[in-house]
Antibody, heavy 120, light 107 residues
Framework: EVQLLESGERLVQTGGSLRLSCAAS????????MSWVRQTPGKGLEWVST????????FYADSVRGRFTISRDNSENTLSLRMNSLRADDTAVYYC?????????????WGQGTLVTVSS | EIVMTQSPATLSVSPGERVTLSCRAS??????LAWYQQKPGQAPRLLIY???TEATGLPARFSGSGSGTEFTLTISSLQSEDFAVYYC?????????FGQGTNLEIK
């Protein structure tokens, strides 16, 4: 069974930094791209970033490019999202998700999400 | 960026009814379209991918159709557990984009 477990709730000040982690199990981690998707409280879903199975290729939403960095450790089956220069509008529930295949595709499985609150 | 537009925003229906949710893309996404269901306090759940392929274990009352720019998700006979928010997502182009969602509520 695929399991994706994100790190717990986080509160950070405006302009601060944060690192989210997602521990994966139940599948061959390195064979699949992984993504981060966020959801503003009460609002819809926004794709944030995707990384290929090897980690060689990454994609970012314009809203986070240059501030967020996605990475993965295939030896530890862990996905990470380094978030810098955080703003109030980054406040959201962040989900990690397993993509359909090595390069990308639809999002087959989702973690339970972790709430990130950016406040002054 | 491809804009995904879902309609209606809210749909009030009774259990047992047949419903059709719509999703329109601002440009062709071929068949690279997925549908997700989200219940309050839960993560989204994949229902349909490739516009019409059911995810493993999906009840037969769910079906998807369409290609290019027009897509639909049909639930043939609504069950109580189907009341939720439904999102479409295109993964044909970067950035991947989601529709704003359709809230399916009990009439």
């Amino acid at each position: 069974e695929v399991q994706l477990l994100e790190s717990g709730e986080r509160l950070v000040q405006t302009g601060g930094s944060l690192r989210l982690s997602c521990a994966a199990s139940g599948f061959t981690f390195s064979n699949y791209a992984m993504s981060w998707v966020r959801q503003t409280p009460g609002k819809g879903l926004e794709w944030v970033s995707t990384i290929s199975g090897s980690g060689a290729t990454t994609f970012y939403a314009d809203s986070v490019r240059g501030r967020f960095t996605i990475s993965r450790d295939n030896s530890e089956n862990t996905l990470s999202l380094r978030m810098n220069s955080l703003r109030a509008d980054d406040t959201a529930v962040y989900y990690c998700a397993k993509c359909h295949h090595y390069g990308s595709g639809h999002l087959e499985s989702w973690g339970q999400g972790t709430l990130v609150t950016v406040s002054s | 960026e491809i804009v995904m537009t879902q309609s209606p925003a809210t749909l009030s229906v009774s259990p047992g009814e047949r419903v059709t949710l719509s999703c329109r893309a601002s440009q062709s996404v071929s068949s690279n379209l997925a549908w997700y269901q989200q219940k309050p306090g839960q993560a989204p759940r994949l229902l349909i991918y490739g516009a019409s392929t059911e995810a493993t274990g999906l009840p037969a009352r769910f079906s998807g159709s369409g290609s290019g720019t027009e897509f639909t998700l049909t639930i043939s006979s609504l069950q109580s557990e189907d009341f939720a928010v439904y999102y479409c997502q295109q993964y044909n182009n970067w950035p991947q984009t989601f529709g704003q969602g359709t809230n399916l509520e009990i009439k």
